[in-house]
Structure formats: C-alpha cells, structure tokens
C-alpha cells in the first residue's frame, strides 16, 4: 500500500517519516520535492507551499499508521489518502512486511 501525506514543510516531513519508520508502521518513506497546492479551506481558496510523503506500508498495518499521522500531523485535517498496490515486487514486498512488523 502507498499512503500520500502533505506536509506544511521539510521539517515536519522529515520528523513525521522518522516517527513512521520508528514506530514499524511503515517501511520507507520518500519525502518529495516542495510543490505547490490549491485548495479550499473554510470557504476560502488557499494557496500553500508542502512537501508530499510517499508512504510505504501494508494494508495490515494502515489503520494504526493512519492513527498516528492524524495525532502526531500539525493539520486539523491532513491528508492521509491510502492506495493499495496492485503489485508488487515479492522481494520488496517480503521486506516491506518484514519491516513493518509489530516487534
């Protein structure tokens, strides 16, 4: 599975990957060059520079994964959007369940 997450900026990023790979919920996460996003916020439409995470984790272990970036993400209301993976390497997969294993 693939989580996408925005952040306010590198530094959030980097602490919430390390709090991820940390915590075994997931098993590597890219931090993505800073884009810029649209949206509407509170009837209002807002621009704002973030830095997009590229999470990788098992459908097993998403729902405390999303737990986590809701209590540890400095937005009322982050974006945690889950994409299962229709397939993946066996090699990568066998470390990506390795890594995210409850120890």
């Known amino acids: 599975m693939v989580v996408l997450c925005n952040c306010p900026d590198a530094a959030v990023a980097m602490t919430l990957a390390h709090g991820l790979i940390e915590a075994r919920l997931a098993a590597c996460v890219n931090l993505l060059p800073q884009i810029q996003s649209v949206y509407r916020w509170k ?17 097993e272990r998403y729902t405390a994964l999303q737990a986590w970036l809701a209590e540890h993400h400095p937005y009322d209301v982050p974006e945690i959007i889950a994409l299962p993976a229709q397939s993946v390497f066996q090699p990568y997969l066998d470390w990506l369940v390795s890594e995210t294993l409850e120890k």
Do not use: C, M, N
């Not at 009837?43 to 459908?59: C, F, Q, Y």
């Open 43 to 59: 009837g209002r439409i807002e621009t704002a520079a973030e830095v997009p995470l590229l999470i990788k984790t098992t459908g």
